[in-house]
């Protein structure tokens, strides 16, 4: 299986930051990366799929970059509502999976 | 709106079987992929299982193949999984994800609330 390796794996950070989380994969996965953000006691949200594409209805603060082995999910001016933990998965392979995920603190 | 609701989580004792299902609403369910995520408590997300629009193709988790199955009644727009000899390992939220209407599963864009299944004497 694709091992998928967040960093950090806990972030603080004050409203109006630029915040940036990365993901590694264990192979090539070319573009096949997705980005989730979760909040306690719900289901994820899907942010950014194939990289870089936001997903509707996303706020544009939220960009992603990257292809191959590296990305990056990136939140420009953070908000209120971002804290969160985010989640990469990959599904390059028949097997997806999910990186170990980064919480966003509140500095 | 577009709906996906899991049910069947509970209490059962390790070496027991359980079967969730999923109820699809307001979507075209046989156009589909679906698939089930899990998360342990305080863990991060887990993939379980996916399965193609017309159950042809079903695709696991190495440490979950042969103890569990996923199935899908287009019919009733469901999406079911059978756990069977549970460990207290699977105890987890699982939830219901859509994925992609093409030929290849992509991102999971609607989730289900989850149901809770915990593993233990």
């Known amino acids: 299986d694709i091992q998928m390796t967040q960093s950090p794996s806990t972030l603080s950070a004050s409203v109006g930051d630029r915040v940036t989380i990365s993901c590694r994969a264990s192979?090539?996965?070319?573009?096949?990366l997705a980005w989730y953000q979760q909040k306690p006691g719900k289901a994820p949200k899907l942010l950014i799929y194939k990289a870089s594409t936001l997903e509707s209805g996303v706020p544009s603060r939220f960009s992603g970059s990257g292809s191959g082995t590296e990305f990056t999910l990136t939140i420009s001016g953070l908000q209120p509502d971002d804290f969160a933990t985010y989640y990469c998965?990959?599904?390059?392979?028949?097997?997806?999976?999910f990186g170990q995920g980064t919480k966003v603190e509140i500095k | 709106e577009v709906q996906l609701v899991e049910s069947g989580g509970g209490l059962v004792q390790p070496g027991g079987s359980l079967r969730l299902s999923c109820t699809a609403s307001?979507?075209?369910?046989?156009?589909?992929?679906m698939s089930w995520v899990r998360q342990a408590p305080g863990k991060g997300l887990e993939w379980v299982a996916n399965i193609k629009q017309d159950g042809s193709e079903k695709y696991y988790v190495d440490s979950m193949k042969g103890r569990f199955t996923v199935s899908r009644d287009n019919a009733k727009n469901s999406l079911y999984l059978q756990m069977n000899s549970l460990r207290a390992e699977d105890t987890a939220v699982y939830y219901c994800a859509r994925g992609d209407s093409s030929a290849w599963d992509g991102t999971y864009d609607i989730w289900g609330q989850g149901t809770m299944v915990t593993v233990s004497s």
């Open positions: 307001e979507f075209t369910f046989s156009s589909y992929w």
């Open positions: 998965q990959q599904y390059n392979s028949y097997s997806r999976t």
């Open positions: 192979q090539s996965i070319s573009w096949w």
